[in-house]
């Protein structure tokens, strides 16, 4: 069973930055490609950032390219994602994953396991 716990949310003022923590339990962590998803009220469950399992490969979404920047540490078995430039637009509860193959992906059925998710919020 692999649980991943996030942390590092709260609330900032636009124009602040936060970082994200993903710790994973499981030996299997670093064969896989993990990735962040948020989701404000009333909306969809969307892709932000992903990142292979060798951490070359890194991709986000349009939203936050440029801000945002994801990593990974398999030796702590920790995924992380800062985010700088807050804007009020970024205020959901975020998500991290572990996907299903080691490259990751931007979909959410490419993922199997999820965390409970953190709250950020950017007040403007």
């Known amino acids: 069973q692999v649980q991943l716990v996030e942390s590092g949310g709260g609330l900032v003022q636009a124009g602040g930055s936060l970082r994200l923590s993903c710790a994973a339990s499981?030996?299997?962590?670093?064969?896989?490609?993990m990735g962040w998803f948020r989701q404000a009220p009333g909306k969809e469950r969307e892709f932000v950032a992903g990142i292979s399992w060798t951490g070359v490969s890194k991709y986000y979404a349009d939203s936050v390219k440029g801000r945002f920047t994801i990593s990974r540490d398999n030796a702590k078995n920790t995924v992380y994602l800062q985010m700088n430039s807050l804007k009020p637009e970024d205020t959901a509860v975020y998500y991290c994953a572990r996907g299903l193959s080691p490259a990751g992906g931007r979909r959410t059925l490419e993922y199997d396991y999820w965390g409970q998710g953190t709250q950020v919020t950017v007040s403007s």
């Open positions: 499981g030996r299997t962590f670093s064969t896989y490609g």
